[in-house]
């Protein structure tokens, strides 16, 4: 079993539309979560980081459930700019752990 | 401010071969990470470097991949006799430090095809 585990994708969805990721990790000591983008050929780059109490940032919102150990990433009114990977991270000890990411394309 | 840089940014070389990949993090983080990305492996966490020390290198394959830091900037990620399952994306980020909730900064990759 993979440490970090992310619905396999790829979710296709048209401009506009609200869509939700998921993703548990299996560590219980995991002590950093965060949602990285990766653009095709590019490198990753932090899109935000997530905590218990819920955090938005503009038309995203990510939301931490230690007890159940799962992340979550909503984006609402999606852009055809928000295709990408979206991959979810855990920091143990200071190295990260990703998830095998989800795709995301957003069509016209 | 100028972010971290990799070269080469593509490397193919032949089976048995040696080669170096380098990692010039941001100016002032003092942690530098090196990571790869494969097909089917996803990304995977090789070692760290808080300045010069190496405090987890539990990511490193095999015996043929080292790694260095010196001055607490530049790092050398070393691969010697290179095989065909060493082909990948090789990953450098650094972060101010290496603290659990620091952002880490990614490089552009350096990719690496075996012949």
């Known amino acids: 079993r993979k440490e970090v585990e992310q619905d396999p994708g790829p979710f296709n969805v048209p401009e506009g539309a609200t869509v939700a990721f998921n993703c548990t990790y299996s560590?219980?000591?995991?002590?950093?979560f965060f949602w990285y983008r990766q653009d095709c050929r590019k490198e990753p780059k932090l899109l935000m980081s997530?905590?218990?109490s819920g955090n938005e940032d503009g038309r995203f919102t990510a939301q931490l459930n230690r007890a159940s150990q799962y992340i979550s990433l909503l984006i609402r009114d999606s852009k055809l700019s928000d295709s990408a990977t979206y991959l979810c991270v855990v920091n143990q000890g200071g190295k990260l752990i990703f998830g095998q990411g989800t795709e995301l394309s957003v069509k016209p | 401010g100028a972010g971290v840089s990799q070269s080469p940014s593509n490397k193919v070389t032949e089976k048995g071969k040696d080669v170096e990949l380098r990692c010039d993090p941001i100016?002032?983080?003092?942690?530098l990470y090196w990571y790869r990305q494969s097909l089917g492996q996803g990304l995977e966490f090789l070692i760290y470097?808080?300045?010069?020390?190496?405090?987890?290198k539990s990511g490193l394959p095999s015996d043929r991949f080292s790694a260095e830091r010196t001055g607490g900037s530049v790092s050398t990620l070393t691969i010697q006799r290179t095989q065909q399952e060493d082909s990948a994306v090789y990953l450098c980020a650094s972060s101010l430090a290496a603290g659990v909730g620091e952002t880490q900064y990614f490089g552009p990759g350096t990719r690496l095809l075996v012949l």
């Open positions: 470097f808080q300045g010069n020390s190496a405090p987890d």
């Open positions: 997530v905590y218990s």
């Open positions: 100016s002032g983080h003092t942690a």
């Open positions: 560590n219980s000591a995991s002590q950093s």
